[in-house]
């Protein structure tokens, strides 16, 4: 008998989770497969499933092979806190993308701590530093003084990108390891979905680590990163996703967004030119330009600050975000490979690695496996 038609008899609930987990209907499986939809429904059913389909199986699916083999499903949940909700309901499940892309970023800082530790590196005196006690407006301000900038940086910046940079440099500066990519690791068939995720922060002492979610709305990105921020100051690691910038049941996400909110849109600035900006949906995009922020940002933060209605802001974001997508359909490219590795790997973190092999004190296999730039 060739090998190929082999069988082996596994746990129904383990094929059935296998596929549950990576979010595919059995007739998409199904068709990844080329096999019939019946065939499914009778692996789950009984087990027996050929040892080619198993292969097959744990490729399309994102599952370690040997996860298969065992007689439960995995208890594979997140490792750090899930502050995701829908319609103010906790996520129950996490795709193996997220799931992968959090074990990765944790192997990176994991070797980041120990060769900042191993050359005389002292911990960061700001990660962990304040409550929820503390007034947001009172974070912003130490934030913005330990990146060194001022009050009105953002008017030096000509466009949101160019402050989304300064701010990422500024983070880095700092000692935060900063990684945006909207695959996972390399792997450009895998995009990470904003539906799922906006970001994440793991806290370290030494290797503070953010991710933001680069298959979000570029205009967006910036909200996110100084959100995940906020969490390096609360001390609290965390998954984020913003749905239509509600607010969270989250005692954390809660104040996260104020602080962010503060930092990007300061009030008693914001009021002070309210009455300048033009009437109507031209409003946001005038303080978008002023704040360097997207407009979504500034009617929320309008909204907030009790300067405008929920149903002029649902306006506003229906078609914000139809707008958005329209662009996101016209711009087909990713960019460069190359080009996109300085902010998939992070300025920080990838001189760090360089500067271990060049010194011998990491193999280059190593490096790449850190990387994500194993087969490249």
């Known amino acids: 008998m060739k090998g190929s038609r082999l069988e082996v008899k596994l746990s129904p609930s383990v094929l059935r989770w296998a596929r549950e987990r ?39 699916t994102h599952t370690p092979l040997g996860y298969l083999y065992l007689p439960e499903p995995v208890d594979d949940r997140l490792p750090i806190p899930d502050f995701r909700t829908v319609a103010d309901k906790p996520l129950e499940r996490s795709s193996p993308d997220l799931l992968e892309t959090v074990q990765s970023m944790q192997r990176r800082q994991a070797w ?20 929820l006690r503390t007034a947001p407006v009172e974070v912003a301000s130490v934030i ?15 466009t949101w990108a160019d402050a ?27 995009k990470l979905s904003t539906d799922e995720f906006r970001g994440f922060a793991l806290v370290d002492e030494y290797a503070p680590l953010i991710f933001i979610n680069g298959s979000d709305f570029k205009a967006a ?43 990007l849109v300061p009030e008693v600035e914001l009021r002070s030119i309210w009455q300048q900006a033009p009437q109507g949906q031209e409003r946001y995009d005038f303080l978008a330009r002023r704040f360097k922020v997207s407009g ?15 149903n002029e802001f649902f306006e506003f974001y229906n078609a914000w975000l139809d707008d958005e997508r329209r662009q996101q359909q016209r711009t087909t490219s990713g960019g460069s490979f190359w080009n996109n590795q300085n902010v998939r790997v992070g300025k ?7 500067r271990a092999v060049k010194e011998g004190r990491l193999l280059y296999r190593d490096a790449y496996a850190l990387t994500g730039m194993k087969g490249v």
């Open 296 to 310: 979504i940002v500034t009617a929320r933060r309008s909204l907030d600050l009790g300067l405008i209605s929920r």
């Open 144 to 158: 913005k003084k330990t990146l060194g900038l001022d009050a009105h940086w953002a008017d030096a910046e000509r």
């Open 22 to 60: 990576a979010g595919l209907e059995p007739e998409i499986l199904a068709r990844k497969l080329s096999v019939r939809t019946e065939r499914v429904y009778e692996w789950e059913e009984t087990g027996k499933i050929s040892l080619s389909n198993v292969d097959k199986l744990a490729h399309h």
């Open 164 to 190: 989304l940079r300064k701010l990422r440099d500024s983070i880095e500066a700092a000692g935060v390891l900063v990684v945006f990519n909207g695959v996972v690791g390399n792997n450009t068939h895998r």
């Open 221 to 263: 990105q910036i909200f996110t990163l100084i959100h995940e921020l906020a969490h390096i100051w609360v001390g609290q690691d965390g998954v984020s996703n913003f749905e239509a910038l509600q607010p969270t049941p989250n005692d954390v996400e809660q104040y996260c967004n104020k602080v962010a909110a503060e930092f």
């Open 348 to 354: 920080r973190f990838g001189e760090a690695v360089v």
């Open 112 to 131: 980041m701590r120990d060769d900042l530790i191993e050359e005389g590196n002292e911990r960061l005196p700001f990660v962990g530093s304040v409550d």
